[in-house]
Nanobody, 122 residues
Framework: QVQLVESGGGLVQAGGSLRLSCAAS????????MGWFRQAPGKEREFVAS????????YYRDSVKGRFTISRDNAKNTVYLQMNSLAPEDTAVYYC???????????????WGQGTQVTVSS
């Protein structure tokens, strides 16, 4: 079993930054790819970013490329999402998830956190 706990969400003005953290416990995540997803009110959950087990490969949805950066610290069993130049359309609950594999593309996810709210005011 893996428990994932997100933190770092909050209210920020447009153009601001937030750094989300996802701390894992119960089992190491160092050999698995990890991902961040988000769900806005009334919308389906969508992929935001993913990172391979080693951190050498990362992937982003087009709308966050150049603004968001996913990273990981395997020694701390933690994954991060640095979000810069935030816009109101980034408002959502953000979830981290553990992949079933090492690769970050085309992965399926088996463990999810409870989410952290990010609200961007205009």
């Amino acid at each position: 079993q893996v428990q994932l706990v997100e933190s770092g969400g909050g209210l920020v003005q447009a153009g601001g930054s937030l750094r989300l953290s996802c701390a894992a416990s119960g089992r190491t995540i160092s050999t698995y790819a990890m991902g961040w997803f988000r769900q806005a009110p009334g919308k389906e959950r969508e992929f935001v970013a993913s990172i391979s087990w080693s951190g050498s490969n990362t992937y982003y949805r087009d709308s966050v490329k150049g603004r968001f950066t996913i990273s990981r610290d395997n020694a701390k069993n933690t994954v991060y999402l640095q979000m810069n130049s935030l816009a109101p359309e980034d408002t959502a609950v953000y979830y981290c998830a553990k992949s079933r594999s090492r690769v970050a593309v085309g992965a399926s996810y088996d463990y999810w956190g409870q989410g952290t709210q990010v609200t961007v005011s205009s």
